[in-house]
């Protein structure tokens, strides 16, 4: 198996786009970006998160974006 080169993840997508791939469909339909305050407001009061106010220091592992996670979810 050879190095990637620069452009070959760029031609991938390309294929998959020629080829009509369901989640270019979805991402260009679905407006993801505008559940991101109701999911973190949600895991904030459940508890799961803690609030950017509350957090003592920002050192430490970052939280998995929101958006991300119900992307996972729902696919």
């Known amino acids: 198996m050879?190095?990637?080169g620069f452009f070959d993840?760029?031609?991938?997508?390309?294929?998959?786009?020629a080829?009509?791939?369901?989640l270019v469909a979805i991402l260009?339909?679905?407006p993801f970006?505008?559940?991101?305050?109701?999911l973190k407001t949600?895991?904030?009061k459940g508890g799961l998160r803690r609030g950017d106010a509350d957090r003592k220091s920002a050192a430490g592992r970052k939280p998995w974006?929101?958006?991300l996670i119900f992307k996972a979810?729902?696919?």
Do not use: H, I, N
Request: net charge negative; aromatic share 6%; hydrophobic share 40%.
């Open 9 to 17: 993840l760029q031609r991938r997508y390309e294929g998959l786009d």
């Open 19 to 22: 080829k009509s791939d369901p």
């Open 73 to 75: 979810l729902v696919l």
């Open 33 to 38: 970006e505008l559940f991101r305050l109701k």
């Open 42 to 44: 949600a895991l904030v």
């Open 65 to 67: 974006d929101e958006v």
């Open 28 to 30: 260009a339909t679905v």
């Open 2 to 4: 050879s190095q990637p």
